[in-house]
C-alpha cells in the first residue's frame, strides 16, 4: 500500500470516529444545558449571598432574619407570601426585589416597624450604581436570587436550621448566643466574634458595667429592664426609642432568660 | 412562432449524439469550478492515476485559480519530510482556520458591553445548542495557535530556514507572533469576568510607565483610565475585525513566500550534508499539490479535528469562566494566561536591585555610600517597555546578525546553542512569572488560598455539599476524625456516588490545619488560634468560615484573617 492510501483510510477513520464524537456530544447536550443552567444559578446565590453579607446585614441582620425596629426579615413568609399584594406590585417578587434593591426606599412603608438606621430618609440607600450606589446589575440580580432561594424556608419555617451551628441545647449560654443572633441584637451590638453594629451600645463588658448602675438590685436585673424597657435607662450618647420597645412581647420567656445568662458571661471588655 | 419553435426541437440531437453533448456541457463546467481539471481528470486525481493529458492539467489549476493561487504546484520530496517541519507552520494554519470558524459562531451570540458580556457568554454556556463546544474548541484552538506557533519559529530557527533569500520570510512570521499574541491578549478580555478583567488590566498598566505617550498609550489601549465600555469595545474590534484582517493578509504573504517563491528549504543534511546522489535525486523528486499534498493535508485535518475533540469531549480542556468582572476588587493571585507568564515573570525581576547587590559591596568598600538606583532604574518601565521590544528587535534582527550560510545544526554550534539557551530563558521566566513565584503573601493568606483559590476550584469548592456538616472545628484540637460520626455515609446527589464518611472534610481540614501549623512552627504565625466553621445559610446554601488569628511579632497585636465562602448544593465541583 503506498502512503496516500493509508492517509486516506486512516483520514477516513478519523472523520468518522470525529463524527461519532460529535454525535455523542448532540445526544448528551440537552442534559449538558440544563445541568449548567442549574449549576450557573447555585453560583449566582453564593455570589448573591457574599453581596448580601457585605452590604445588607447591618439592617437585614446577618442571615437575613431582620433586625426589629431596623429593617424586615428577607427570609420569612411576610415577604414571599403576601408582600407583592400589599404594596400592590404588579410583577413577580424576584423583580420586586431588584427593583426595591436597585432604588432603595426613601420613606419606609412600615414606618412603626422598620426605620432603617433610624436617621430620617432613606430608611434604605440606593444600591444601583446607575444611581449612585456601589452595586452592578449582575451583583443586584445575585442578591435577588440569593432571597428568592428562601422560599423553601419561608414555605417551612419550622425546617428552619437555628441560625448558628450551636447544638448542645442543654447549655442557656450556647442558647442565648443564637437567641442574640435570632431576634435581631447582633443587628445593632457589637460583640466580639459574632457582630459588628454601631447602632446600640457595644455587649462586651455589659456584664461588669450592669452592676455599677444606680437603682437596679443586681447586674441581671439591669439587664433584663434594659431589654424590657429601653427608655427606662438610657446609655450615655444612645437616643430613647431606638432599641425596639416590645421585645417584652416578642421574646418567650425561655429565650429571655438565656438571653440574660448568655450577657451575664461578657465581663470583658 | 409555433413552427419556428418545432423547427429548433427537431435540431435537438438524440440518444448517444444527446449524451455525448450533455456530458461535454458538464465537462466544461467541471473545468471552470475546478480552474482546469475535467471529469477524466478529476477521476484519475481521485483514484491516484498519472495525469491524463499534457500539459499536466493539474499545475494549471493552481496558476489559473485566485484562491489555489497561493498553493505550491508541488514540493520537492525532502520538503516534505516529517521530521523536517513537524507540520508545525501547517498546524498553526489550521489552528487559525479553526479560530475564524469558532469565532465566527462566537460573535453571533456576544454582546461587547460590559453589562452584558459575561451574561452573554453564561448564555452560550446555557442556552446555546453545542455552545459550551464553540466556547472550549475557540479557547483551545487560541491556546494551540500560539504554542505552535512558538515551536514553528524555533523549527525554521534550528534547521536554518531563515537565511538567504527566506528573511523576509522570517520577518512577516515575526510579525505573526505579534499578531498571534495580540490576538490573544484582546480576546482574552472579552469574556469580561475576573480572571480576564484583571489580566489585561494588569497588562496594558505596562505602558503607564513609559515616557511622555505611555499614560497616553494606556488610555487609548482602555478607553479610559479604566477599562470599561469604551475599552471593551476597542478589544472586541480589535479581535474580530482588525486583527484577524491582518493577519489573514500577513499569513498569506508568509505563505505565499513560502509556496510559490522560495520553496519550502531542503533539509541542511539534503543540501550540505554527504548523501548519496540517489537519496539527493529522491529528495528533489516532485511530490505534486494534486492529489499527494493535498490528501496529506485533508487527513492531517481530520488529525486535527479528531485532537481537537478528543480533548474537548473527554474534558481534557475546559474554557475557564470566573465571576464577573469587578474593578473594585483585585484577586489575590492575577493570572496571565501561561503563554504569557514569561512576560509575567520578567515584570518581576528589578534590576536596580540586581545590580545594588552587585555593585554596592564594591562601592563600599572603597568608602562611598551605597548607590541608590531604584529612582535611575524603574524596574516596571525596564523589564515592561524596554525589553520586550529589545527582544522582538533582536527576533526580526536575527536573519541579519547571523549571516552565515551554513544551515547544518553541527556547522553552527554557536546559533543552535543560542537556541537552546532562549528555550531555556523562556521557560525560566514562565516559571518565575507563576503567581506563588516570589510574591510574599501572608502565610494565613496563602493557606486559604490554596484551599479556595479566587480563580478556579480549589479542594474546599469539589467538596460535596453532604460533607459540609455545620460545626466548628479548631485547628490543633478537633481530631480529623471527629469532623463526621463514625457511621456517617451520605449518596452523593450530583454522582449518585455511595460514600462512606466524609474523605473531602477531612482533607480540606488536615490541609488547613497542617499548612497553618507549618507555618506556626516556622515562627510565622505565633499563638496560632484557627477555626474552621460551617454553618447553614439558606436552604442549600451553607457559609463556611475560616478564621485565623495570630500574634504579630512587630505591633504584638492579635491579628485575624477571615474569609468566608458560601457553598450551594447545585454548585458545579469540577471543570
Ligand atoms: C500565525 C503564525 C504563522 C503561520 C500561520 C505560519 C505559517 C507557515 C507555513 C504554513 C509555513 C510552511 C512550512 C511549515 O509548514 O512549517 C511556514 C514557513 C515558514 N515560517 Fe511561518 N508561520 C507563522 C509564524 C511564523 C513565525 C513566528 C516565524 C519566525 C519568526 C515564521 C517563519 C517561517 C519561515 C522562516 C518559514 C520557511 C520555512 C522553510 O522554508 O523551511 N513563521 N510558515
Not at chain 2, 267 to 284: H, L, Q, R, T
Amino acid at each position: 500500500m503506498k502512503r496516500i492510501h493509508i492517509e486516506i483510510a486512516l483520514g477516513t477513520l478519523f472523520i468518522i470516529a470525529s463524527s461519532v464524537i460529535l454525535i455523542l456530544m448532540a445526544s448528551e447536550e440537552p442534559a449538558r444545558l440544563a445541568r449548567y443552567e442549574t449549576q450557573q444559578l447555585a453560583s449566582q446565590i453564593e455570589f448573591g449571598a457574599a453581596v448580601y453579607e457585605v452590604n445588607c446585614t447591618s439592617c437585614h441582620g446577618s442571615h437575613a432574619q431582620g433586625v426589629p425596629g431596623k429593617a424586615p426579615c428577607l427570609r420569612c413568609p411576610d415577604l414571599f407570601e403576601g408582600r407583592i399584594a400589599e404594596v400592590g406590585w404588579q410583577g413577580s417578587l424576584e423583580d420586586y426585589i431588584v427593583s426595591v434593591v436597585t432604588t432603595g426606599r426613601q420613606i419606609s412603608t412600615r414606618p412603626g416597624l422598620y426605620q432603617g438606621e433610624g436617621q430620617g430618609p432613606p430608611v434604605m440607600p440606593t444600591w444601583s450604581d446607575k444611581f449612585g450606589g456601589p452595586l452592578r446589575d449582575d451583583q443586584i440580580r445575585a442578591v435577588a436570587a440569593f432571597i428568592m432561594n428562601y422560599e423553601e424556608w419561608a414555605a417551612n419555617p419550622e425546617a428552619v436550621p437555628t441560625p448558628l451551628f450551636v447544638v448542645d441545647s442543654n447549655d442557656p449560654i450556647a442558647l442565648g448566643r443564637v437567641a442574640m443572633v435570632q431576634y435581631g441584637c447582633t443587628g445593632c451590638h457589637t460583640i466580639q466574634g459574632l457582630s459588628e453594629a454601631v447602632t446600640g451600645p457595644v455587649m462586651n463588658g455589659i456584664a461588669t458595667r450592669a452592676g455599677t448602675i444606680a437603682g437596679y438590685a443586681s447586674a441581671e436585673d439591669y439587664i433584663r429592664a434594659s431589654i424590657l424597657n429601653p427608655n427606662e435607662y438610657l446609655v450615655e450618647g444612645f437616643n430613647e426609642g431606638v432599641m425596639p420597645q416590645n421585645f417584652g412581647e416578642i421574646i418567650p420567656a425561655a429565650d429571655l432568660d438565656n438571653i440574660v445568662a448568655y450577657l451575664l458571661t461578657l465581663t470583658d471588655n | 412562432m409555433i413552427s419556428s419553435l418545432r423547427q429548433r426541437l427537431s435540431q435537438i440531437p438524440r440518444g448517444a449524439e444527446l449524451r455525448k453533448r450533455i456530458f461535454e456541457m458538464i465537462d466544461e463546467r467541471v473545468r471552470i469550478v475546478t480552474a482546469g481539471l475535467s471529469i477524466k481528470e478529476l477521476r484519475a486525481v481521485l483514484r491516484g492515476d498519472p495525469p491524463t493529458e499534457k500539459p499536466n492539467p493539474r499545475y494549471k489549476v493552481i496558476t489559473t485559480s485566485f484562491v489555489a493561487h497561493l498553493r505550491p504546484r508541488y514540493y520537492p520530496q525532502g520538503a516534505t519530510w516529517f521530521t523536517h517541519t513537524f507540520r508545525l507552520g501547517w498546524f498553526t494554519t489550521f489552528f487559525f482556520v479553526v479560530e475564524l470558524i469558532t469565532g465566527l459562531v462566537l460573535m453571533i451570540y456576544y454582546i461587547p458591553f460590559p453589562d452584558q458580556a459575561y451574561g452573554s457568554i453564561l448564555e452560550i454556556e446555557s442556552n446555546v445548542f453545542l455552545g459550551e463546544l464553540f466556547r472550549d474548541l475557540h479557547r483551545l484552538g487560541a491556546e494551540a495557535m500560539v504554542l505552535f506557533t512558538w515551536l514553528h519559529l524555533f523549527r525554521t530557527y534550528f534547521t536554518g530556514s531563515y537565511k538567504g533569500q527566506r528573511t523576509f520570510t522570517w520577518l512577516t512570521g515575526v510579525a505573526l507572533l505579534a499578531i498571534t499574541a495580540w490576538l490573544s491578549f484582546t480576546g482574552y478580555l472579552l469574556t469580561w469576568d475576573q480572571l480576564g478583567y484583571w489580566a489585561i488590566t494588569v497588562g496594558t498598566s505596562m505602558t503607564d510607565s513609559g515616557p511622555v505617550v505611555g499614560p497616553a498609550l494606556n488610555i487609548i489601549m482602555r478607553g479610559a483610565p479604566d477599562i470599561g465600555t469604551g475599552g471593551l469595545l476597542r478589544f472586541y474590534l480589535n479581535h474580530v475585525v482588525l486583527f484577524p484582517l491582518i493577519a489573514i493578509l500577513i499569513i498569506s504573504i508568509h505563505y505565499y513566500k513560502v509556496s510559490r517563491e522560495h520553496g519550502i528549504s531542503m533539509p541542511a543534511v539534503i543540501e550540505e550534508g554527504e548523501v548519496s546522489e540517489d537519496k539527493k535525486k529522491e529528495a528533489n523528486r516532485r511530490i505534486d499539490l494534486i492529489p499527494d499534498l493535498l490528501t496529506h493535508e485533508i487527513f492531517l485535518v481530520a488529525v486535527g479535528i479528531l485532537a481537537l475533540l478528543v480533548i474537548v469531549y473527554f474534558d481534557l480542556f475546559n474554557s475557564p469562566l470566573e465571576t464577573p468582572a469587578n474593578p473594585q476588587v483585585t484577586p489575590l493571585d492575577t493570572k496571565a494566561p501561561w503563554y504569557f507568564w514569561w512576560l509575567q515573570g520578567l515584570l518581576k525581576i528589578e534590576p536596580a536591585k540586581i545590580l545594588e547587590n552587585l555593585l554596592n559591596p564594591i562601592v563600599t568598600r572603597f568608602g562611598m555610600a551605597p548607590l541608590q538606583l531604584g529612582l535611575l532604574l524603574d524596574s516596571k518601565f525596564i523589564m515592561g517597555l524596554v525589553v520586550p521590544p529589545v527582544v522582538v528587535g533582536i527576533l526580526f534582527a536575527i536573519p541579519y546578525i547571523d549571516r552565515t550560510p551554513a544551515r547544518l545544526a553541527r556547522k553552527r554550534p554557536f546559533a543552535i546553542a543560542w537556541g537552546i539557551l532562549w528555550i531555556f530563558i523562556i521557560l525560566a521566566l514562565s516559571y518565575m512569572g507563576l503567581p506563588e513565584f516570589g510574591i510574599e503573601t501572608p502565610a494565613a493568606t496563602r493557606v486559604i488560598q490554596d484551599l479556595a483559590p479566587e480563580e478556579g476550584l480549589g479542594i474546599l469548592r469539589e467538596t460535596p455539599y453532604e460533607e459540609l456538616l455545620p460545626g466548628i472545628y479548631t485547628v490543633g484540637e478537633t481530631s480529623p476524625e471527629d469532623l463526621c460520626a463514625k457511621d456517617f455515609a451520605y449518596t452523593d446527589h450530583a454522582t449518585g456516588k455511595q460514600v462512606i464518611g466524609c474523605p473531602h472534610l477531612v482533607e480540606v481540614f488536615e490541609q488547613y490545619s497542617s499548612g497553618l501549623l507549618a507555618a506556626e512552627a516556622e515562627g510565622k504565625l505565633p499563638e496560632l488560634h484557627a477555626i474552621l466553621l460551617i454553618e447553614d445559610y439558606g436552604p442549600d446554601l451553607r457559609r463556611v468560615e475560616m478564621e485565623v488569628s495570630w500574634l504579630d511579632a512587630e505591633s504584638d497585636e492579635v491579628k485575624t484573617y477571615v474569609k468566608h465562602y458560601f457553598l450551594h448544593r447545585d454548585r458545579a465541583r469540577e471543570h
